[in-house]
């Protein structure tokens, strides 16, 4: 997944000679997942809009603050989103939705509780086993409770969630490249990012999505974490690394694949769950550590993957 992150305030993007210029660099438009513009003083040209649009490139907008704002994802990407599916969709049995749901959940847990036990943290053991407790739909709300221990687990007794601190606007930043990323993927296996089988927000374009992302979040709070450790907590330092969220090592289907391939497997066993070809959603076994990305860097830097 190549993402352009851009910071410079008054940058322009427009198209020179069929490539997306982003001030006097060029990028092939076929190289580019995601156009992130952290500031919103920035310039886009209709041409750019309309090239990102028919090749595929979402555009993330940011506001003053950096902060995500507002996504712009292309009508034009691959796949086609067929009504037969848009149907099944919309009328999935709630029996089956909360057995997707249950799932998620449990696979979240699971890697949080892997995370917290790395750290040593007291409460990773019930957080684990609230893992094992999950029901149907998750009638107990054990994601919210297993939050509640987490957290402060990994950044403190003090720490508290969609705060203003440096710390917490690096995780929305690093959530919303994922959610990017399980969107574009949902999309490519013909469905819609809009419906979902557990998120169910009127005013929102990707229920799906904001479903399908929670197991792989753990990722995003590792490389925060190790950010906050090392103290690169400076926006220019810190989201050029959450912008290559979508390379971070996760243990799919029995074997360490990037991300983007285990988001790309789960999508499109969603669509065979939501089809009635398969009940179990192809959700990441292992999320990697920070000593398992810089294995896999050294592997692609030697040319063996």
């Given amino acids: 997944m190549t993402i352009l992150d851009i910071a ?27 156009v992130i513009a952290q500031v919103p003083a920035v310039t886009v040209t209709g041409d750019a809009l309309l090239l990102m649009a028919q090749r595929g490139i979402e555009f993330l907008v940011c506001d003053q603050r950096r902060q995500p704002a507002s996504t712009l994802l292309p009508l034009t990407l691959p796949a086609t989103i067929f009504a037969r599916t848009l149907r099944l969709q919309a009328s999935l049995a709630p029996r089956r939705a909360r057995a997707l749901w249950r799932q998620v959940v449990r696979a979240k847990l699971i890697h949080q509780a892997d995370f917290a036990r790395a750290l040593g943290c007291a409460d990773a053991e019930r957080i684990a086993r609230m893992a094992a407790d999950v029901a149907a739909g998750d009638p107990d709300n054990r994601e919210a409770q297993g939050a509640r ?3 402060p687990g990994l950044f403190g007794p003090d720490f508290r969630r969609h705060a203003t ?17 399980v ?6 296996a013909g469905l819609s990012r809009a419906i979902g089988f557990h998120h169910d927000n009127a005013e929102n374009d990707g229920n799906l999505a904001d479903d399908l992302m929670e197991p792989f979040r753990p990722a995003v709070d590792r490389v925060v974490w190790g950010l906050a450790r090392d103290g690169r907590l400076e926006v220019g330092e810190a989201r050029p690394v959450l912008a290559t969220i ?15 391939v285990a988001v790309q497997r789960a999508c499109l066993s969603c669509l065979e769950a939501i089809e009635g070809a398969g009940s179990r959603l192809s959700l990441p076994d292992t999320i990697g550590s920070g000593d398992d990305a810089r294995r896999l860097a050294e592997d692609v830097g030697a040319g063996l993957l």
């Fill in 183 to 188: 969107g574009r993927n949902l999309h490519a």
């Fill in 149 to 151: 221990l987490y957290w």
């Fill in 165 to 181: 601190d440096a710390v917490n606007g690096l995780l929305d930043f690093g959530y919303a490249v994922l959610r990017s990323l």
């Fill in 246 to 260: 979508g390379d971070w090592p996760v243990r799919s289907r029995g074997e360490w694949v990037r991300m983007r």
């Fill in 8 to 34: 410079g305030r008054g940058t322009v993007i427009s198209v020179r000679g069929g490539m997306l210029a982003v001030g006097d660099s060029r990028f092939c438009p076929e190289d580019v997942d995601l």
